[in-house]
């Protein structure tokens, strides 16, 4: 098992940055794709970004992927998620997830962690 702690959510302004970090527990962390969700206020959990357990491919949402980069370090057994021009619509507990990437797409979430709150004041 694999447990997952996000840390780094806070409050900023829109067009400022944050970067969120997500620690595993176990070296078994580099065996698996990992990956950010977030679920806005009120609304469904969405897919944000994910990145192969090599690091040698990576995914975005499309609204995103201009503004947002994930990058991981197996030696760390930490991902981030690196978020710039903030805007409000990107307020949301953000969660890292590992799992499987299929056919480029996220397919199966193994472990989740416990979100951190990301809050964007317009």
């Known amino acids: 098992q694999v447990q997952l702690v996000e840390s780094g959510g806070g409050l900023v302004q829109a067009g400022g940055s944050l970067r969120l970090s997500c620690v595993g527990s176990r070296r078994a962390f580099s065996n698996y794709a990992v990956g950010w969700f977030r679920q806005p206020p009120g609304k469904e959990r969405e897919f944000v970004a994910a990145i192969s357990w090599d690091a040698y491919n990576t995914y975005y949402a499309d609204s995103m992927k201009c503004r947002f980069t994930i990058i991981r370090d197996n030696a760390k057994n930490t991902m981030y998620l690196q978020m710039n021009s903030l805007k409000a619509e990107d307020t949301a507990v953000y969660y890292c997830?590992?799992?499987?990437?299929?056919?480029?797409?996220?397919?199966?979430?193994?472990?989740w962690g416990q979100g951190t709150m990301v809050t964007v004041s317009s």
């Open positions: 997830a590992a799992g499987v990437v299929q056919f480029a797409h996220w397919s199966r979430s193994d472990y």
